[in-house]
């Protein structure tokens, strides 16, 4: 059994006029991440954590914020895509790990229906996605609500 551990991180400026995603689903809120795509931190660091346990690069080498095909994607057909490419190399998800680092919005009302919308794509169980959330009490860009952050970590097997 080849298990692999990889570790994903995003960051997104906060910005007034811009839809706020956060793991696949539109959250109600005065400010949205600002990116290429519709800048989901938190697939976006799932993306990369799979791709990386898979020795496949990052987010940035198959989807470049300079190829225009893809401005404004929908982020969960990165994540769809991302696991295609780790499904050819043999490699299945076993569970994952993450965390987002927001001051606002609060979003443990919204955490089932984002577990259900990666469980989805990734074809698990609920139970097999964790989604965490913390402030950072204030401090730095995220307590000023000038951005956010997201970290994931997987678990994958061959």
């Not at 793991?23 to 005065?30: E, L, N, P, R, S």
């Not at 979003?107 to 698990?124: F, G």
Request: hydrophobic share 45%.
């Amino acid at each position: 059994m080849g298990l692999r551990i990889g570790f994903g991180i995003d960051f997104h400026q906060l910005v007034a006029d811009r839809e706020f995603w956060l793991g696949g689903v539109k959250i109600a809120h005065d400010k949205g991440a600002l990116g290429h795509s519709d800048a989901d931190v938190l697939l976006h660091a799932i993306c990369d954590a799979m791709l990386g346990a898979a020795c496949l690069g990052d987010i940035g080498v198959h989807f470049p914020d300079t190829d225009a095909s893809l401005k404004n994607i929908d982020s969960k057909i990165l994540l769809e895509k991302s696991h295609e490419l780790i499904k050819a190399e043999g490699y299945k998800i076993v569970n994952i790990d993450t965390t987002l680092c927001l001051q606002a919005p609060k979003i443990k009302d919204y955490v089932p229906q984002m577990q259900a919308v990666i469980a989805n794509i990734l074809q698990l169980q609920l139970t097999d996605i964790s989604i965490k959330a913390t402030t950072t009490e204030k401090m730095g860009f995220v307590g000023r609500e000038e951005g956010l952050v997201a970290y994931a970590s997987i678990l994958l097997e061959k």
